[in-house]
């Protein structure tokens, strides 16, 4: 398994994994599909992605964005993490988040986000084993499938250097 900075010939396995999981699950709240033009746009306007790589091709990426606007949120991140299903509890999250994370510390993130499904237990579990706590649970907030569902936001700190920069 290689994890590596995405380049814009991946935007298309990107989309490959993203499209089923907002088509068919909970997992993300989203009902908009993914497109590679989307996608390559993104990267050209400087949002981070990693992709997991293995023989068959890429199984997993993972990205940061900012997670509110502002100056005073520039040091905090949310992310996204995405892996086809043949790839879960294989490793490929875990060493997608390792390699994300150790990057986003070295640019001076200071804390991460994730906003996990109230219903994706696996997603709870994978956050927390990584260091991520609950910090919030938002009953009702995201419509999918003719219902409400909760949202879950889980944190990580990544540093506890107060910095002035």
């Known amino acids: ?60 990426y993972a990205t940061l964005f900012p997670f509110r606007s502002g100056p005073g949120y520039a040091r905090t991140r949310e992310h996204t993490i995405g892996l086809l299903p043949s790839a879960r509890g294989q490793g490929a999250g875990r060493c997608l988040m390792d390699v994300m994370l150790a990057e986003a510390s070295a640019q001076g993130v200071h804390s991460v986000f994730a906003g996990v499904s109230g ?7 994978f956050h927390t084993a990584l260091g991520f706590r609950e910090v919030a649970r938002l009953p009702e907030v995201g419509w999918k499938f003719g219902r409400w569902h909760d949202l879950v936001l889980m944190q990580k700190i990544l540093s506890d250097v107060l910095s002035t920069g």
């Open 119 to 125: 219903e994706n237990r696996a997603g709870i579990d």
């Open 1 to 60: 398994m290689k994890i590596r900075r995405a380049q814009v010939g991946d935007a298309g396995g990107i989309v490959a994994i993203a499209n089923p999981i907002i088509r068919d699950t909970v997992i993300t709240f989203t009902t908009e599909e993914k497109s590679v033009a989307g996608t390559v746009q993104a990267m050209q306007d400087g949002q981070p992605f990693w992709v997991a790589e293995a023989s068959c091709g890429i199984v997993g």
